[in-house]
């Protein structure tokens, strides 16, 4: 596991924070998406209402606080450990997940071969590679772990006290986690494959609350997607 930050004690406390609650609201856009009719949860737009508001909550959430980035785990210092970690990190898990999306999947009998159709598939790969999946991961880490589980974390600390910050990170991890692999556009797009996203949530988020460098999760999520994209596509198209 990742050594804490050097610089630990300078990052700004859950005392004087604002707004953490605004991360709710992203989850409950996520959990009020199974109830609505299945016509509608078909619809793109709608599948991207809870990232949207949680982007939204974000820019609100950063109004009205200082030092918004150490917040995020976004400091200058956390680049080198986050190159270092989120490699890998990300070899490790792109490595193994790859192995279990080609191997075990179809071994119970689940079909891997829709994965042809998904948009991702359908972008060229000279965007895709590198451009489109860094991207990708910048604003995914920003928004499920940066914003999401920080502000739980938040939350959590503020309401129970640190005595209890064990629990409260691995509550705050597990939400963050399945709000990631249960969002409306991961379901609908990856549909039995996206509980590759709740270990990855669970992992990521565990390297977020030890390191609080969002730089890792970053590097991590796209060197595991680029090896996950550039195998399996290799293998599905030839």
Known sequence: ??????????RPTQIDERGAGLALLPIAATLNFYILPEPLQ??????FIP??????ALA??????????????????????????????GLLLGSFNTFVILDIVPRVGEDITFLRDTPHAQIPVLIMIP??????????????????????LTLGLT???????????????????LVFAFDPFMMQTFRHLHWIALWDGVIWGILWVRTHNLYVTIVAHAVEVIIMYSVIRSVLFG
């Open 1 to 10: 596991m990742a050594e804490p930050e050097p610089n630990a004690s300078k």
């Open 42 to 47: 078909e619809q793109t737009l709608i599948q």
């Open 51 to 56: 990232q949207i508001l949680s982007y939204l």
């Open 60 to 89: 609100l959430w950063a109004q009205h606080n200082t030092t918004f980035f150490p917040r995020l785990g976004v400091q200058p210092d956390g680049v080198r450990t986050g190159l270092r970690v989120g490699l890998i990190t």
């Open 131 to 152: 451009w489109f999946v860094c991207a990708i991961a910048v604003f995914v880490e920003l928004n499920f772990r940066g914003f999401l589980l920080g502000r739980l």
């Open 159 to 177: 309401m129970s006290g640190t005595r209890f910050k064990p629990w409260v990170s691995a509550g705050a991890i597990g939400i963050s986690a």
